[in-house]
């Protein structure tokens, strides 16, 4: 169903329960699953997130200001993107960290051309830094670099099982939604991605799959094109 796709991580993800650090468990996990895609014949970029290490938000209330409390919460994406390019070649895929603020010999400069010429190559992209500038959320990073690669469509993995018409881990009454317009989730206020991500995603027709992909198998299942998750689209 899909050829390309950018799969969007959240660094809480990778720390496991507590969603702090470095889960190993969970690390192997998310690598094996785009290990697996790739395999398959998929060509996978991920952006990750920095939460578990670093937010720049909560530098705020630490004393930081926002921009250097977002620069150090770019950093942190990085590091978890080393961590799953490691374990995705430990599973046998070639796998490339490329950052959007250049950081050799720690990883490449982001350049789109290149990334995408790794993935049509059978490797997996992870493309760390968010925009490589303040005030922008790694979701933004995401919608970004889905458009740039021309991704087919962006996959952003969280813990439940698609969108609800509230968190179904505090209200017990919410509802999945199957499929929603990019104008409803954005007039129902649904905590999808932020706005600047929803427009980048809207403005270039790529459809946006939440799903979760703590279950093996659940990516390469959704990539064959079983239904799975929330599809927003136009």
């Known amino acids: 169903m899909y050829k390309r796709v950018l799969l ?114 059978g490797g997996v992209a992870i493309i760390a830094g968010g925009t490589g500038n303040p005030f922008f959320t790694t979701d933004s990073g995401a919608a970004l670099r889905a458009r740039e690669i021309g991704a087919d469509a962006l996959l952003k993995s969280t813990r439940v099982d698609g969108v609800y018409t509230a968190d179904p881990e505090k209200d017990p009454t919410a509802t999945k939604y199957d499929d929603l317009s990019f104008a409803e989730a954005i007039s129902k206020r649904l905590k999808i991605m932020d706005q600047t991500a929803f427009t980048l995603c809207e403005e270039g027709h790529v459809p946006i799959i939440v799903f979760n992909m703590e279950e093996p198998g659940t990516l390469t299942r959704l990539l064959a094109g079983e239904k799975i998750g929330t599809l927003v689209h136009e």
């Open 8 to 121: 969007k991580l959240s660094g809480e993800s990778l720390g496991g329960p507590e969603g702090k650090g470095i889960d190993e468990k969970y690390l192997k996990h998310y690598a094996s699953q785009a290990a697996a895609a790739a395999k398959a014949g998929m060509q996978i970029a991920i952006v990750n997130g920095g939460g578990n290490i670093f937010r720049g938000l909560k530098g705020e209330g630490l004393g930081f200001d926002r921009v250097n409390g977002d620069k150090m919460g770019m950093l942190a994406t990085v590091i978890n993107a080393l961590g799953l390019a490691m374990a995705i070649r430990s599973e046998g895929v070639k796998a490339e960290v490329f950052t959007a603020t250049p950081m050799e010999p720690l990883a490449r400069y982001y350049v789109r051309e290149a990334a995408v010429e790794f993935m049509e190559k």
